[in-house]
């Protein structure tokens, strides 16, 4: 019984990871949704039809009315494939759970609960969809997390010792949810006075959206600037490269693909973007070449960590994943577009010579957060010399 259990377990959890693994991919979004359909039959069927070519054996066999089965060669060779593939997958999803807080970095983090619609005082839904999901027990769509995080960064020098990053991530305007949830985030990160406004991508799904970016964005204030990367969702506007003109006309710095150098207080910084698989990343030669005391990263996919890590990355801020959406208690998130799996799907993480924070992002396409509220990071950084 227990074999049994363990391949139809070992089946779905390799059917999940490879929808992870998936929508990790730089490929494009129809090709992405073919071979998801595909997969998603798949799934479904291959074990209805073991079920009903071989179900009454194995039943037999549960019950000890046969000592063997006799499966062909075939269902033999898929049953040990899944085992082995499920043991080592297997294994290593339960390692990252973040229970065990593998590469985790102890933070501080003050959370305060903002409830968006409370504050506003007015209904954020602009569509019936919108409404209709924004009731569903449990949904946290307008419950805003609102996180300052002390952050221990190896390798951050002396003088930038509590210097303040607010990082939004995922905004998602998609038209469903009213453009004052973004703004509550954008004015409550002012209240705090940040040093540096940080923006990990997917800003925008839908052209109609593109028109709200300037009034938005251009309300953000920080001393040393506003930089932005763009997203795998940014790819649906019909030319992103309006996006980046907008935000840029909104008094925000596009960092896609380059490595720009500038100072954060008298410390020289290589502030660089990686936008990759989806558009461009700077060139190894290209962050070799930047000489800089702090080397700082915006990421929209958290799995550029080992890129940040071989270019010598001090810290790192990505989004994408959303925090899988919803989590489970203990066991976390299950959904993650990352080719990690869930690993990196939210919070802070340390593997040398790079510190990494991966925000749960403000918004999303799907209308629904359980245990997973939409994120406003906002990060003061600590020396560390772990
Ligand atoms: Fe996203």
Known sequence: MFLVAAAVLAHFGLRLTFYNRLNSMGWKRATIKRTEKIAFVETWVTPCVMGWLYGSDVWDWIHGDVTVISLPAWGIAYAIACSVLGLVFGSLWLLWRPIFRVHHVPVVREVQVHDV????????ARTR???WAAKLPFNQIF?????????PVVGLPDELDGYKVA????????GQVEPEFTQHAISAANEWRPDLFALTGDIVDK???VAWLHDLFSKASASDGCYFVLGNHDTRISDPDVVRERMKGAGWIDVGGLVHSTRLRSVSC???GNEYPWFSRPSEQAMRGADAEFRFCLSHSPDQFDWCRRNQVDLMLAGHTHGGQGRLPIAGPILSPSW?????ASGDFYRAPTTLH???GLSGVHLLRINCRPELSLITLRCSHA
């Open 358 to 360: 991966v925000s749960r």
């Open 129 to 131: 969809k919108c409404r």
């Open 143 to 151: 419950q805003m997390s609102v996180e300052q995080i002390e952050l």
């Open 167 to 174: 990082h939004l991530s995922d905004i998602h305007l998609t």
């Open 340 to 344: 990690h799996g869930s690993r990196w």
């Open 270 to 272: 290589a502030l660089s």
């Open 117 to 124: 619609v409370n504050r506003t005082g007015r209904s954020l």
């Open 207 to 209: 052209q109609p959206c």
